[in-house]
């Protein structure tokens, strides 16, 4: 018999929000294919699994960067991103809750 213990990041026992609203995707950026594009281009960096989503201005130009990018220009119009691990549709993986408290509590 074996036992496994996976650690997981756990929150204050306070009641955090993070956001009013989410927003889909598609709502922030209306010509969503620009930006798969961009994260096809950036392998490099969205291989790592979290990165960020910076919309540029108003022409829309958006660039892909990674987590330790984020003191370089602020946080405004960026968005973070990470790759899913989970095999389930309607449960993120441990990967985003553990994200989201890093974001949660470093930020």
């Known amino acids: 018999m074996f036992w496994f213990g996976f650690p997981a990041i756990t ?46 201005g108003l022409n829309g130009d958006i660039q892909i960067k990674g987590l330790q990018d984020t003191s370089d220009e602020g946080l405004e119009n960026t968005y973070f991103g990470f790759l899913d691990t989970s095999t389930q549709q309607d449960t993120p993986s441990w990967v985003l809750r553990n994200f989201l408290a890093f974001l949660i509590l470093k930020l």
Do not use: C, Y
């Open 11 to 56: 929150l204050p026992s306070h009641d955090i929000s993070v956001v009013d609203k989410i927003h889909k995707a598609s709502e922030v950026w209306p010509n969503i294919t620009e930006v798969q594009s961009a994260i096809k281009l950036s392998s490099d960096v969205v291989s790592k699994g979290f990165f960020l989503i910076k919309n540029k």
